[in-house]
């Protein structure tokens, strides 16, 4: 795992052009059912190795979250919407293997609600995010983007979301530029 250091002073995501995010996570509704929940479970750090190690999966970096002792998640940031649909459904992979079980178990009536998969994708266009950091390491869209200083974008959040690059965004540009995915602490 790359070591991050705090940067003491204000920064804000190089990010430009359309954002990809991604929510990924489960919800244990029954502790008691491990057999059921645990597979989901295990299969999310497999699948971020898994896609860390494919560049054309279009992985920027991600970030894991707890809710509580029920609900996990992980928050991917991705260089666009068609390359994770590409891996969720390409056979073979670990996220394909997964699915395949829970799909099994639900064919057979064998889920009872035991554990809760779920996804949610956003598509955020230039003009519509910002971000700002204090004193941190890159985090969220700047470890996926590139950290830079405030100044660069605006010390303003109207400024920040005002922001237009003076060229466009190149996608295969994005690719070439962006840190590892590699997360704290995972």
Avoid at 95 to 105: N, S, W
Wanted: proline fraction near 8%.
């Amino acid at each position: 795992m790359r070591r991050r250091f705090a940067v003491a002073e204000r920064t804000t995501a190089a990010a430009e052009g359309d954002v990809v995010v991604l929510l990924i996570g489960m919800r244990i509704n029954h502790f008691w059912a491990v057999h059921h929940w645990l597979p989901v479970l295990a299969s999310m750090p497999r699948t971020l190795r898994e896609l860390g190690k494919r560049p054309e999966s279009g992985l920027l970096n991600h970030i894991l979250l707890t809710a509580s002792p029920r609900a996990y998640c992980v928050v991917p940031y991705g260089e666009s919407k068609e390359k994770p649909y590409a891996y969720a459904h390409a056979p073979g992979t670990v996220h394909h293997r997964a699915r395949t079980f829970v799909d099994g178990k639900e064919r057979q009536g064998r889920m009872r609600g035991h554990v809760g998969p779920w996804h949610e994708a956003y598509v955020v266009p230039q003009g519509s995010y910002e971000a700002i950091h204090a004193d941190m390491p890159a985090f969220g869209l700047a470890a996926a983007h590139g950290q830079i200083a405030l100044e660069k974008r605006g010390r303003r959040a109207k400024d920040r979301f005002a922001y237009r690059p003076e060229r466009p965004a190149r996608p295969e540009v994005a690719g070439k530029t962006a840190p590892s995915a590699v997360a704290d602490g995972a």
